[in-house]
């Protein structure tokens, strides 16, 4: 099984609060992404990362900012929360090197603004 | 650029089959499949590459059709696990960047 971790779980917050979405992978893996899911929709990216101190964003323009200092942390974040922002997020990663290598998804944050 | 799946939806008895088709408007290096259990994260099938090759696992299997820019995933003799919404997720150039598409719904009863 892979080893990718997303704190919290579930967070219910306020309009305006700065929020930063936690995700960290134990497997080396190079690249690593953020998707942003509604309930029953498809998965959009919204930052994806190639290695340490890459970043870019992704197809669905998103408020929120992301960093990448080490090869195992890639945290999201929100200056100031909006109830537009209420979503699921996914973290992503994989491997770099192989052809054949799939996207290992952590079991996501469900972020609702109040 | 997003790819289109067929059908949004499909109910099937245990042991009967059905076919997931992923379809694109650009050419493709490879298609990933995902399925989603509600409140769980996407978990890996399998991955197609550029060259139409047809891959298998246990009784799920899929296809890549190159020059249709096309994909099918077969699931065969189905079981109630397999319950879930499936995802491709098409990546044009070698980034590791995927588009998904939106998702078929599969309900298989008892």
């Known amino acids: 099984e892979a080893d990718i971790y997303q704190t919290p779980r579930y967070l219910v917050i306020g309009t305006g609060k700065k929020i930063t979405l936690e995700c960290s992978q134990t497997m080396g893996h190079d690249k690593m992404y953020w998707y942003q899911q509604d309930p029953g929709m498809e998965l959009h990216l919204i930052h994806y990362s190639y290695g340490v101190n890459s970043t870019e964003k992704g197809d669905l323009s998103s408020e929120s900012t992301v960093s990448r200092i080490r090869t195992e942390h890639f945290p999201l974040t929100l200056e100031s929360a909006r109830p537009s922002h209420t979503s699921q997020y996914l973290c992503a990663s994989s491997g770099y090197r192989d052809r054949d290598q799939p996207q290992h998804f952590g079991d996501g944050t469900r972020l609702s603004i109040l | 650029q997003q790819p289109v799946q067929s059908p949004q939806a499909v109910i099937l008895r245990e042991g009967e089959d059905a076919v997931i088709n992923c379809s694109s408007s650009?050419?493709?290096?490879?298609v990933h499949w995902y399925r989603q259990k509600h409140g769980e994260a996407p978990v890996f099938l399998m991955i197609?590459?550029?060259?139409?090759e047809q891959k298998g696992h246990e009784k799920i299997s899929a296809s890549f059709n190159e020059k249709k820019q096309q994909s099918s995933l077969y699931l065969t003799a189905s079981q109630l696990s397999y319950s879930g919404t499936y995802f491709c997720g098409t990546e044009i150039y070698n980034t590791g960047k995927l588009i998904f598409g939106q998702g078929t719904t599969l309900q298989v009863k008892p």
């Open positions: 197609l590459l550029k060259g139409g």
């Open positions: 650009k050419a493709l290096y490879s």
